[in-house]
Structure formats: C-alpha cells, structure tokens
C-alpha cells in the first residue's frame, strides 16, 4: 500500500520506495494524529455540497493550495544550547492575553458541518485560551458564542452595499460586548467557485431551504440578520474603498482590523487611514486566484508596518 502522494514524491526523488499504509480514516477525534487527520474525515461524512462549501477555492483551485504548499517553501533555523524547559506561546492583543496565537477564523455556516455550529467551536476555543472571530454568516448569533466562549470575541464584517445595515450589524456587534470589528475586504463582488458546483452537482438530497441562491438564501437561518430589512440590499460591495475604513472608524468603539492585506502598498495605507490590525489574508483561496500564499504576503506586510500594529496571517 502507498504512503501519502508528498511521501511518495520525495522517495522518488531519493531513489526509494515505500510500503508506508495509509492512515485509516478517524473514527474519533482522540484517533487524530494531525490535524489533517480531520480532513478525510470529513470528506469522507459530510454531504458533497457542503464539503463543496468548505473545502475548495476558486478558480483552479491554485491559490488554495499555495497556501498550503507556500510553508515548504520555507526553512527553519534552529538554535541549540537554549533552555526550554519552560515555553510561554501567549500573546497579547489589544489589551487581551491568550494562551496561544493561533486564532479561530471566521468561518460561516458551521451549522452545515455541526449540529451545534459556531457554539461549539467557541466553547472549545474559550477553554483552550484560543481567540475567536466570528463571522457575519454565522448560524449562531454573537450574544450566543460569546456567552459559549466566555471571553472576548471578534467580529468579522462583510459590509453590505446598504449603510444602515452595516450599521446595525456593527452595533449589534459592539452591544454584544466584542472588543474589534475585523474589516473583510478580499470579497468586494462575486466569486468564480467552480470546484464547489461541481461538487454541489453530485448532492442529490433535496436540500432547497438551505441553498437559495442570492442573498435571501444567504441570510437564511444567519441570525446576524434577524430582523433587518433586506429588500434590494446586496451582501458585498464593489464600491468598498478606504472611505468605508473611514465611516466603520466613526461608527463605533471597537478595534479596526482589515482582513485580506496582501501588499506593502496596501499595509502602509493601513497605517495612514488608522487602521489597528491587519490580517494577511487571500479568504482561504475562496476570492480570487492570485496564486500567493499568505505566507509568502506575510514579510512584506510586516516589513511595512515595522511593529505599529498587529499583523495576523491565515490561509
């Protein structure tokens, strides 16, 4: 039996081969060895459409998997004769210490892949010490997961083409007691998601209610959007430009952090316009096909900011 395709790559490029067994699918989550581990698993469990949803990019599909082949391309340095007897991985931000820097992104529509959705990713991640982000496309409200977290949250923001509806997700945001409001701005019209149709074109469960098109099928069951009135809003702007940093800074207390910073051009403007945070982003893969890696992005953002502010990476 073969090992997985990267072993097998780099075996073949030493002259050997290998008889590594594949990994058995999970059965729990105490069976993880890794963290991909979780991954087959929930290829292999949750309906094609949704895994469609979660799991691919845009496009080809090319900046998906940068993000994950970019840390190859990266060496580490190690230091010998240091004592690490005690390790101290916290990290302060804003004020607020964790445990760890590694932070829950926004992620929406986690009902589709748990009963229990956002609840339980926060729930988890306030007990490990772990900062969440919770998305505007939330299937849990924000009074909700930060009650299950039990400390500060983060709001994630899309920013409709409506102000008044900005405005009440932002407030609504504020009054639920999160301390920064996290800008996306890599989404500003639609994307080109051909791999997820195609998967969504094997899902033959009758599953209408939750996947309208357009915004109606959107908000459905999204309870950031709980009594607005939507007629003729749109989700995402092409009009979002610096103004909007300008606008979301007078409207409210919080924080201001911008989502989806690629560039040393667009870090520096960050600081002139006052924002408080950036987090190197390109959505995962899911907005447009740059084909770079956040951590590739990552040195010449942080290069610009030279320590100012706060600077997050995903991918």
Same mark, same amino acid.
């Given at each position: 039996m073969s090992g997985p395709a990267w072993l097998e790559d780099r075996l073949a490029a030493a002259g050997t081969t290998s008889e !590594?067994?594949?990994? +058995? /699918? /999970?059965?729990?989550?105490?069976?993880? /060895? $890794?963290?991909?581990d979780f991954e087959a698993a929930a290829r292999e469990r949750l309906p094609a459409a949704h895994w469609g949803y979660m799991a691919t990019g845009v496009d080809d599909d090319a900046t998906l998997r940068a993000n994950r082949e970019g840390f190859s391309k990266f060496q580490i340095r190690p230091r010998r004769l240091v004592d690490v007897a005690t390790v101290d991985t916290s990290v302060e931000l804003f004020g607020e210490t964790w445990k760890s820097p590694i932070v829950l992104a926004p992620a929406g529509s986690q009902k589709a892949f748990h009963p229990d959705g956002e609840i339980a990713a926060a729930r988890a991640a306030g007990t490990t010490g772990h900062l969440t982000i919770l998305s505007t496309g939330a299937t849990s409200s924000v009074e909700a997961v930060k009650a299950a977290h039990g400390g500060p949250i983060w709001f994630q923001l899309y920013p409709t083409d409506t102000r008044k509806i900005t405005h009440a997700l932002v407030k609504r945001a504020e009054a639920a007691g999160c301390r920064v409001l996290v800008l996306t701005v890599d989404l500003p019209a639609g994307r080109n998601t051909e791999t997820e149709r195609r %998967?969504?074109? @094997?899902? @033959?469960? *009758? #599953?209408?209610? #939750?996947? *309208?098109p357009g915004l109606q099928g959107f908000v459905r069951r =999204? +309870?950031? %959007?709980? &009594?607005?009135?939507?007629t003729g809003v749109g989700l995402f702007t092409?009009?979002?430009t610096w103004d909007a940093v300008r606008r979301l800074k007078d409207m409210t207390r919080m =924080?201001?952090?911008? =989502? &989806?910073?690629?560039?040393r051009e667009d870090a520096e403007l960050c600081l002139r316009h006052g924002v408080e945070g950036i987090i !190197?982003? $390109?959505? &995962? &893969?899911r907005a447009e096909e740059s084909g770079r890696s956040t951590v590739e #992005?990552?040195?010449?953002?942080v290069n610009a900011v030279q320590g100012r502010i706060p600077v997050l990476v995903d991918g």
């Open positions: !590594v067994p594949r990994s +058995p /699918i /999970i059965a729990s989550p105490s069976e993880a /060895i $890794n963290l991909f %998967f969504a074109r @094997t899902d @033959t469960r *009758q #599953c209408s209610s #939750c996947h *309208q =999204k +309870p950031m %959007f709980d &009594g607005l009135d939507l092409p009009r979002l =924080k201001l952090v911008l =989502k &989806g910073i690629e560039t !190197v982003s $390109n959505h &995962g &893969g #992005c990552l040195p010449e953002v």
